[in-house]
């Protein structure tokens, strides 16, 4: 199974309004990812947190970490129609040759209305 | 190069034929993945090359799916006697080290038909 899990699997709201999607993981990791895709492409990298970070900001966008509950959260404030895409969460997963590999969720779908 | 780049960006085959699938990573970039997405599902790991280390192949989803990577340069994912099932589109991504930001292509929208 999938190592993240996103929540909402869809969500939809008016423009201006915040859009807030949650992620949750199993195993330890040491960062989480954040990322865009826009018509089923390519993905565009957001936001990177790492595990001793508990905020991280970068425009219009907060990511939040909560290591002890496996979970974060992505907060789009003041949206706009060009947010309409799909939001993805990675996890990172150790290896055994110590090494890392990114997992990622199912995604949440967010639309956003003019 | 400026980015990832993916090539066919669409193909169509008929089942039951091979094809490969290529990617061309950031220069530099010693990670390389390969995931495969459905239509409207997340992404699904296929299998991730670090540098010199053996790949890990424990995503590929049956022996018909092969990759290659030549040193820290061009891969290509190889899948046999291809299945409808396997319609997807193949995305690429590469990062500079294993634990950073990855940059993914375009992908390859795959069609059996």
């Known amino acids: 199974s999938q190592q993240g899990e996103e929540d909402p699997q869809a969500l939809s709201i008016q423009e201006g309004e915040n859009a807030t999607m949650n992620c949750s993981y199993k195993?330890?990791?040491?960062?989480l990812q954040w990322y865009r895709q826009n018509s089923g492409r390519g993905l565009v990298h957001l936001i990177l947190?790492?595990?001793?970070?508990r905020e991280k900001h970068s425009g219009r966008l907060r990511v939040t970490l909560d290591t002890s509950k496996k979970s974060s959260s992505l907060l789009i404030t003041a949206s706009r129609a060009a947010d309409t895409a799909s939001y993805f969460c990675?996890?990172?997963?150790?290896?055994?040759?110590?090494?890392?590999?990114?997992?990622f969720g199912t995604g949440t779908r967010l639309k956003v209305l003019a | 190069g400026a980015g990832v780049s993916q090539s066919p960006s669409n193909k169509v085959t008929e089942k039951g034929k091979d094809v490969e699938l290529r990617c061309d990573p950031i220069?530099?970039?010693?990670?390389l993945y390969w995931y495969r997405q459905r239509l409207g599902q997340g992404l699904e790991f296929l299998i991730y090359?670090?540098?010199?280390?053996?790949?890990?192949k424990s995503g590929l989803p049956s022996d018909r799916f092969s990759a290659e990577r030549t040193g820290e340069s061009v891969s290509t994912l190889t899948i046999q006697r291809t299945q409808q099932e396997d319609s997807a589109v193949y995305l690429c991504?590469?990062?500079?080290?294993?634990?950073?930001?990855?940059?993914f292509g375009q992908g390859t929208r795959l069609t059996v038909v």
């Open positions: 991504a590469s990062s500079s080290t294993p634990n950073t930001e990855a940059f």
């Open positions: 195993t330890s990791i040491n960062n």
């Open positions: 947190i790492r595990s001793n970070e």
């Open positions: 990675a996890t990172d997963l150790l290896r055994t040759s110590g090494t890392y590999k990114y997992i």
């Open positions: 220069s530099g970039h010693t990670a």
């Open positions: 090359f670090q540098g010199n280390s053996a790949p890990d």
